[in-house]
């Protein structure tokens, strides 16, 4: 039972545009989500989080958007540079701030073109 | 801060032999975990320790075991390798809420 789902398996936009990345969940109980960014050979990077108290969350050209009503999360970034070319990984965990196991989406791999 | 380290980074065993990834953290996190990933798949957690002395399975312990007998180590334990234990292993450790990654330990098993 694949509870965190993120149903594009890769994605590809031009330098200077927005990346959506989408990512669909299916345990009403998650309240706390997180995105990693994963270069390869290197471990996942933590990225952008956000509570289920709130619906968006920005840090710089980085934006997560939850929507609890359709059990979906997205990221947003704007613009979206080369560099920004990574796999990304949505998480969700069952209560904040205590070390709660996390559970993994698939992954979207992330391709800007300059 | 060295963060979390991981060793070794690459390592190949024959089916049946036995090895123990290495992880160690110097944030004095309490939580660290184990995860695998295969391709085109997302993280799989094996085991998780809220804390020195304690840990517990998670979604894929089987051919697994685990010892935290410090919060800076965590080390995960493969008894009997087999081909199905191919795959890139990452340890994390957390204050609480974000997971800081390792740079994983890549093993095959032929």
């Known amino acids: 039972d694949q509870q965190v789902k993120q149903n594009s398996p890769s994605l590809s936009v031009q330098e200077g545009r927005i990346s959506i990345l989408n990512c669909d969940y299916t345990?009403?109980?998650?309240?706390?989500f997180l995105w990693y960014k994963k270069y390869p050979a290197e471990g996942p990077t933590f990225l952008i989080s956000?509570?289920?108290?709130?619906d968006k969350n920005e840090d710089g050209r980085f934006t997560v958007f939850l929507n609890k009503s359709a059990k979906h999360l997205s990221l947003h970034i704007v613009p979206s540079q080369p560099g920004d070319s990574a796999v990304y990984f949505c998480?969700?965990?069952?209560?904040?701030?205590?070390?709660?196991?996390?559970?993994f989406g698939e992954g979207t791999q992330l391709t800007v073109n300059p | 801060n060295a963060g979390v380290t991981q060793t070794p980074k690459f390592r190949i065993l024959k089916i049946g032999q036995s090895m123990t990834l290495q992880c160690t953290q110097d944030?004095?996190?309490?939580?660290m975990y184990w995860y695998r990933q295969d391709p085109g798949m997302g993280l799989k957690l094996i085991y998780y320790?809220?804390?020195?002395?304690?840990?517990d399975k998670g979604e894929v312990p089987n051919g697994y075991n685990v010892s935290r007998s410090t919060t800076e180590d965590f080390p995960l334990r493969l008894e009997l390798a087999a081909p199905s234990q191919t795959s890139v292993y990452f340890c994390?450790?957390?204050?609480?809420?974000?997971?800081?990654f390792g740079p994983g330990t890549r093993l095959t098993v032929l």
């Open positions: 994390a450790s957390s204050p609480g809420n974000e997971q800081f």
């Open positions: 345990n009403s109980m998650f309240d706390y």
């Open positions: 956000i509570s289920s108290i709130k």
């Open positions: 998480a969700a965990s069952l209560g904040v701030g205590s070390g709660s196991r996390l559970t």
């Open positions: 944030m004095n996190h309490n939580y």
């Open positions: 320790s809220v804390g020195a002395g304690i840990t």
